[in-house]
């Protein structure tokens, strides 16, 4: 009696979901001065494995100044979405990855950020904006 009932528990933590992300969409704006001549960054990093997500950088300055050699280390454990963006763009939706609800979090840094800017954690929204205006980037769920 107890093999059996533990052999079916064995089964059933197979099927468990481990994904957290639940993103649908991810549409980024610029709200600056549409006369600027400015391009910025937006980095979109879906993480698929626990060690990486644990010692993932915390700071926009460790982000990309690592981010050559994180990518290296990291491999398949991770897809980034880049969107350079102009000033003043009315909007741009992001193409994600197909595996993006596989992911176990889901960050986003921009090159607007402060240098100290934590990576903005966005695994639990469905539709995000993400918007850049002059001070930084505001994130929040559309929906």
């Known amino acids: 009696?107890?093999?059996?009932?533990?052999l079916l528990l064995f089964i059933g933590l197979l099927w468990i979901d481990t994904s957290l992300a639940e993103i649908n969409s991810i549409?980024?704006?610029?709200?600056?001065?549409?006369?600027?001549?400015?391009?910025?960054?937006?980095d979109i990093v879906?993480?698929?494995?626990?060690?990486?997500?644990?010692?993932?950088?915390?700071?926009?300055?460790?982000?990309y100044s690592g981010k050559f050699m994180f990518t290296r280390t990291a491999g398949a454990a991770i897809d980034i979405v880049n969107i350079f963006?102009?000033?003043?763009?009315?909007f741009v939706d992001a193409i994600l990855p197909e595996r993006k609800d596989q992911a176990i979090r889901v960050v986003v840094f921009t090159?607007?950020?402060d240098s100290k800017a934590q990576p903005i954690d966005i695994t639990?929204?469905?539709d995000v904006?993400?918007?850049?205006?002059?001070?930084?980037?505001?994130?929040?769920s559309t929906n």
């Open 1 to 6: 009696m107890f093999k059996p009932l533990v």
């Open 111 to 113: 090159q607007h950020d």
């Open 27 to 42: 549409r980024v704006s610029s709200r600056l001065d549409p006369n600027s001549i400015t391009i910025t960054e937006v």
């Open 124 to 126: 639990e929204l469905v």
């Open 46 to 63: 879906f993480i698929y494995d626990a060690d990486i997500a644990s010692n993932f950088p915390s700071t926009k300055s460790a982000w």
């Open 129 to 140: 904006l993400v918007e850049i205006d002059p001070f930084g980037i505001i994130v929040s």
């Open 85 to 90: 963006i102009p000033q003043g763009f009315d």
